[in-house]
């Protein structure tokens, strides 16, 4: 695997030569370590931290200081890829001071490379103030999480014309304010296909087809180890959660009934120490 770090230029240039984008979360540093090594191009802490970790109903709850806070243990386990942290709710809703200064606390806090917003009335004006300030945007059109709840819930956007007609112009606006990619979640792929084909970023799918310059996923779906519900878009490579589950219940049974530790988990002390502590226990 080439360890040369992941820019901006790079993610750019890959569309035009038709090279797929690889894309995934991750909120802890053993998790960060893992997908760094095995080559993805964008690791995402993603506000889904707020379902798949800390136990929330939806995205809505979590906080600055909660995404800060992952952000910052991922960090330390990404060298390669580029690493993007993913704005929460309402930390761009306010004053566009104060959303530069939340933009800037990725970056400046946690290491971020670049961070990303969910479209939005007005997200234009938002999304070139920051990229103004120096830093990179990546934006989110289709499905939105974060105000799903108040648009009719986690479902497909963009069936019918208008809709669609309204997504492909709201990609567009923001590639015109300067974000560097987009990402399309939970959209027709004639819609995802036509976007792709507007725009010259890439842009990134969830549940939006194969047309899409690159694809992400949440890596707890990936790996099966979030297990509430199951995504129709997410393909599971693998079952964690069973797997936790055999270790765990094995370790239970292997202490109740006296075989763990082991001689192999055990420290011994060397004979003429023992035999020391002995004649000092003796004597005592």
């Not at 802890?28 to 506000?47: H, K």
């Not at 961070?115 to 997200?123: P, Q, Y």
């Not at 970023?201 to 297990?227: K, M, N």
Request: glycine share 10%.
């Amino acid at each position: 695997m080439d360890a040369t770090k992941v820019t901006i230029p790079d993610l750019l240039r890959k569309k035009p030569q038709g090279e797929k984008i690889t894309m995934l979360t991750a909120y802890d540093y053993p998790i960060a370590c893992l997908l760094d090594e095995t080559g993805v191009d964008i690791i995402l802490v993603g506000d889904s931290l707020g379902m798949v970790v800390l136990g929330y109903e939806t995205t809505t709850p979590v906080t600055m200081e909660e995404m800060l806070h992952h952000a910052r243990a991922v960090r330390r386990g990404v060298k390669r890829a580029l690493l993007v942290g993913d704005m929460p709710f309402m930390s761009f809703h306010g004053s566009l001071t104060g959303t530069v200064e939340n933009a800037g606390r990725f970056i400046q806090e946690a290491g971020c490379d670049a961070v990303k917003i969910e479209w939005k009335a007005g997200i234009e004006d938002v999304a070139k103030a920051i990229v103004d300030a120096g830093i990179p945007v990546m934006g989110h059109v289709g499905l939105t999480p974060q105000t799903a709840q108040a648009e009719g819930g986690l479902k497909v956007r963009g069936k019918d014309a208008e809709s669609a007609l309204r997504i492909i112009t709201q990609a567009v606006a923001l590639q015109e304010v300067g974000c560097f990619a987009l990402v399309l979640e939970c959209v027709p792929d004639v819609v995802a296909r036509e976007i792709t084909r507007k725009l010259s970023i890439p842009t990134i799918g969830i549940g939006a087809g194969p047309s899409c310059d690159g694809q992400v996923l949440v890596t707890y779906d990936v790996i099966g180890l979030f297990e509430r519900f199951k995504p129709k878009f997410a393909k599971r490579y693998a079952e964690v959660a069973p797997a936790i589950r055999q270790a765990v219940s094995a370790f239970r049974l292997d202490v109740q009934q006296g075989r763990f530790p082991g001689p192999e988990q055990t420290f011994a002390m060397p004979e003429e120490e023992l035999a020391r502590l002995r004649h000092e226990l003796g004597s005592s």
